[in-house]
């Protein structure tokens, strides 16, 4: 019994796909573990209404940054030849370069108008620095995907313990200094700025051989062949992103930037633990089921032991949250957060089946199915804002709207697991088909 029980573990430590998600764990851990030790440092420096102008910064850098390769960063992974793949990359950073400018002129004239519709005037002096997080989000979206291709799963890592590290190094010590109306948004952008340089300068020193082979020919080539993922993928990450910052905005104009900053910080702390796990998980599933999709193998047994595997973490990461989250704020962050303690209980089921959805979304751009995923998730991200729209409007306490959130967030997931399932289950058994076909024969 013990010589099986040891080959099953010897075996399972022998996958590829297992080193990989061990790689990228052990990173992602490292790196989670630093904000997770300054949080109740942070939360003691920086008030409410501070970590409610970062999200609503970060919300307003989402809407843009969707849009900021057009996707095509999301093909690199699918091209056969590195050239092609490459020729992507390529791509992908001028279209950054064009939204980034975009994204300035915007800025620069409605910033008084976006204020005025947000019902706050206290962030508008941080305007200026959303193309720089544009430009930011696109590159490093860009070479997260190429590195993946490549399987430099140890580059990733040091990329996220070096954003990690940064940021929270940078705003304790703004913090210290006193300088805490801009702490927290100067200290995110110095961890985005250090580690994309990082992750960039790696790319270009290895890639060197390939620039030869970028032409606008081959460019042009390579978007018209992936000419879905601006005209679907695009747009359905970019109605996720205005349904995620809706929330921000709609939360900013009914309940006030102190509600946004329990919720932001909230949300930023609940999703670290999931992020350890569900980031090295979503960026080695993708690349492994890119490759038996593209030899004609079943991904439908990989994907349902994932959920699985990745139910049974989520309980153990969400369920403390959900019991005692009002204590464990108090405790650990001070009275100051007790009613973010009550968020984090009310909305950790959401964040418990989008822990287990998150990876599956891959399978809609890996099976070619962009079109059918996007008009899934129109009806929900219309939705989610109309009915907290309508709940602001009602004067409804805001500890309720987040309950209402979370409930429509669960039902959307659950049934997005089902399409994405009934998807794969159905290759599977074509697969299974042709296969005996060929014995008959």
Do not use: C
């Amino acid at each position: 019994m013990e010589l099986n029980r040891f080959n099953f573990i010897s075996k399972h430590l022998k996958s590829e796909f297992l080193r990989n998600v061990l790689t990228l764990f052990s990173g992602a851990m490292i790196a989670q573990v630093i904000p997770f030790i300054a949080a109740p440092v942070l939360a003691r420096m920086y008030m409410p209404e501070q970590f409610g102008e970062l999200g609503v910064i970060l919300s307003i850098t989402g809407i843009f940054g969707i849009i900021s390769t057009f996707q095509y960063e999301a093909a690199i992974m699918l091209p056969k030849d590195d050239e092609d793949a490459f020729s992507l990359l390529s791509l992908s950073m001028l279209i950054t370069i064009a939204i980034s400018v975009l994204s300035y002129i915007v800025t620069s004239l409605f910033s008084n108008t976006i204020a005025s519709m947000l019902g706050t005037d206290s962030f508008k002096k941080w305007m200026f620095i959303i193309p720089a997080f544009v430009f930011l989000t696109g590159t490093y979206n860009s070479l997260n995907i190429w590195a993946s291709r490549k399987k430099q799963f140890k580059r990733l890592a040091v990329r996220q313990f070096t954003q990690s590290s940064v940021q929270a190094g940078a705003k304790l010590v703004l913090g210290w200094l006193k300088y805490l109306n801009g702490g927290l948004i100067l200290g995110t952008i110095a961890g985005q700025v250090t580690s994309t340089g990082v992750l960039a300068g790696m790319t270009v020193k290895d890639g060197r051989g390939l620039f030869k082979s970028v032409t606008l020919q081959r460019m042009k080539a390579n978007a018209i062949r992936y000419q879905n993922f601006p005209k679907y993928t695009m747009w359905q990450g970019f109605i996720d992103l205005f349904s995620t910052g809706s929330i921000i905005f709609i939360l900013t104009y009914f309940y006030g930037m102190k509600v946004v900053g329990y919720y932001s910080f909230t949300i930023g702390l609940l999703q670290k633990p999931s992020q350890m796990i569900g980031t090295a998980v979503s960026q080695v599933f993708y690349q492994n089921a890119s490759s038996k999709v593209a030899r004609n193998e079943s991904i439908h047994e990989n994907t349902r032991r994932l959920i699985k595997n990745l139910a049974f973490v989520g309980v153990f990461i969400y369920t403390p949250f959900f019991l005692g989250g009002y204590y464990i704020f108090n405790f650990v962050f001070s009275s100051k957060w007790n009613e973010a303690g009550l968020i984090a209980q009310i909305i950790s089921p959401w964040l418990f089946f989008s822990f287990i959805g998150a990876p599956l979304a891959n399978i809609a751009v890996i099976k070619d199915k962009q079109k059918q995923f996007l008009f899934i998730t129109i009806g929900m991200n219309l939705m989610l804002p109309t009915v907290l729209f309508a709940v602001g409007k009602l004067h409804v306490n805001d500890l309720i709207a987040f309950g209402i959130i979370s409930l429509l967030n669960v039902g959307y997931v659950l049934f997005l697991i089902g399409w994405i399932m009934r998807l794969i289950k159905n290759d599977s058994n074509t697969l299974a088909n042709e296969s005996e076909q060929k014995i008959e024969v």
